[in-house]
RNA sequence: GGCGGCGUACCCAAGUGGCUAAGGGAGAGGUCUGCAAAACCUUUAUGCGCCGGUUCGAAUCCGGCCGCCGCCUCCA
């Protein structure tokens, strides 16, 4: 198994620190706001490596923090004259309803930053012993030069940093990329007590303790959006190693950005959708399969053109699914040579194969799909060439329990087909209950008896004004939103 | 300015040294059907930003150029 390492660059084999085990530290969100669609890929995507490391046999410990305390929260806080604390009580919960809805594991352990100020302040007291801080009118700088390492992982060094750093210059800090461990708590915001006074933790430093606390000194991925590169995990870095003088993170993992109209969505240019806003328009299977439709390191320029598209994908998938489940629930137990047998065959018994080959090379899930879409084509090609009997039955059945087994994985795919429609139509609000639906189809039906096809058409093309395409197959008839 | 990434068909997107360049969407033709729909088949890149080079052989490696983007400030 591959996995591309953001300290060296290059795809690297995959070796745990302890065998058969992975542990896992993955930056959450700040909780002042509800989440992107960018959040919503890094959730998704680490949730997929997770699964697919679970699936591999491994035992896995997995940890995603929330900050909850930060100038952000202050400043929403203040907006709303709601306490800072409740502000990131209720974005925490409008988190967990998105990801609950986007199918996203909790993590084993997800650690609030203000739960652990303690061991927060025992790494800082370590480093100012160790040399590696200084206080500064109550603050606590971490000092960047006291660091042999500095730079390792984002690829800059001090010097080159300095020439075009378009950070305004503190002239209070030793060096100007010194950041701050401790912050010296202004007047009505929250603090805690401290050996350097009444104040709070600075951002990088709470990954570090508790990354430290859950996984120990040492552990295999860290992961994150790649736009905490630099200064975020460069600072973890340097903090946890001065501290423990040991190898942080074997492997660091980050996934590429969400843009709209190329440019990188983010909060502060104001480009972006909430999860929200899309899965108010499409399932949220939908987003959830568009964003593992892309290698996770790539850009994915976000449009709702291409959800759209994904949609008619699943549909597809769905339909096929519903096509088998017929098959399976027919008892057409005739045996008959068919010339596609051989080939389904192969396709069926390759396919696990194929999938784990995709996803150890660096979770690979853009192939992945298109392994399952392979699939799909196949089991469609066998349907059409008529099968019948326990043979065709048993080769149906072990195709979509590999099916099965691998969306587990990816967590997608794992509806009934009429589940998928009743979605569909409570996204598009189709103005038609499934009663109307079926009543309908009776109605044509006995006028298709009759030959009557004016009137079968009639209504027909009046669900299909309602946003219902019928199907007639043999033996009945049935329905499919039109997507 | 420093560091990094990307450029594959009408759109999205895999593939990073060697069989016919995955897969999805869209378009065209066909099979099936009362007609449809779905499905399947055929079709849409002799070519993977441009120009050179290495190699028996490159989308894939190397060099140059053009274009786009990210990080260097909070950011998934």
Request: charged share 30%; glycine share 6%; net charge negative.
């Amino acid at each position: 198994m591959k996995v591309y390492n953001s300290m060296s660059g290059e795809k690297e084999d995959f070796v745990p620190l302890t065998m058969g085990h992975v542990s896992i530290y993955v930056c959450g969100v700040t909780v002042y706001d509800l989440c992107h669609v960018g959040h919503a890929r890094s959730s998704v995507v680490f949730d997929v490596i997770r699964s697919y490391l679970t699936y591999k046999g491994y035992g896995v410990k997995f940890v995603k923090n929330f900050t909850d305390v930060d100038d952000k929260i202050i400043n929403r806080s203040k907006e709303e004259g709601v306490a800072w604390d409740l502000v990131a009580k209720k974005y925490i919960d409008e988190y967990y309803v998105d990801m609950d809805r986007l199918g996203v594991a909790r993590a084993d352990v997800e650690p609030l930053a203000t739960e652990h100020v303690e061991d927060m302040i025992e790494l800082i007291s370590g480093l100012m012993s160790g040399g590696y801080a200084y206080v500064m009118d109550g603050d606590v700088y971490f000092s960047v030069d006291s660091f042999d390492g500095y730079g390792k992982l984002s690829g800059r060094s001090l010097i080159s940093q300095e020439a075009g750093s378009r950070v305004t210059v503190d002239e209070r800090k030793n060096n100007p990329l010194d950041f701050a461990l401790w912050k010296r708590s202004k007047e009505g915001e929250p603090f805690w007590e401290s050996p350097w006074g009444p104040g709070r933790p600075g951002w990088h430093i709470e990954c570090s303790a508790m990354s430290r606390k859950y996984l120990g000194d040492t552990f295999d991925i860290h992961g994150g959006g790649a736009d905490l590169i630099f200064p975020h995990h460069e600072n973890e870095l340097a903090q946890s190693e001065a501290f423990t003088k040991k190898p942080f993170v074997k492997y660091w993992v980050h996934n590429g950005f969400i843009t709209l109209d190329k440019e990188k969505m983010s909060k502060s240019l104001g480009n972006f959708f909430t999860i929200r806003d899309i899965l108010g328009n499409f399932d949220p299977e939908v987003l959830r399969l568009f964003l593992i439709s892309t290698h996770y390191r790539n850009p994915i320029d976000f449009s709702y053109q291409q959800l759209a598209d994904t949609e008619v994908s699943i549909d597809r998938h769905y339909s096929t699914v519903l096509r088998v489940d017929t098959f399976l629930k027919s008892h057409g137990s005739k045996p008959k040579k068919d010339s596609e047998y051989e080939a389904f065959s192969v396709s069926v018994s390759s396919f696990r194969e194929k999938f784990i080959e995709s996803m150890d090379d660096d979770f690979n899930t853009a192939q992945a799909v298109g392994h399952i879409f392979d699939l799909v084509r196949s089991v469609n090609r066998y349907l059409d060439a008529k099968p019948s009997g326990d043979v065709a039955h048993a080769l149906l059945t072990e195709a979509m329990k590999l099916l099965d087994e691998v969306c587990q994985v990816l967590n997608v795919f794992r509806k009934n087909p009429k589940d998928w429609y009743r979605s569909l139509m409570k996204t598009r609000k189709l103005p038609i209950t499934e009663r109307e639906i079926d009543s309908s189809i009776e109605r044509r039906n006995a006028a298709r008896k009759a030959k009557d096809w004016i009137k079968a058409d009639e209504i027909r093309n009046s669900l299909l004004s309602c946003g219902i395409i019928l199907e007639d197959r043999p033996g009945c008839t049935g329905w499919r939103v039109k997507v």
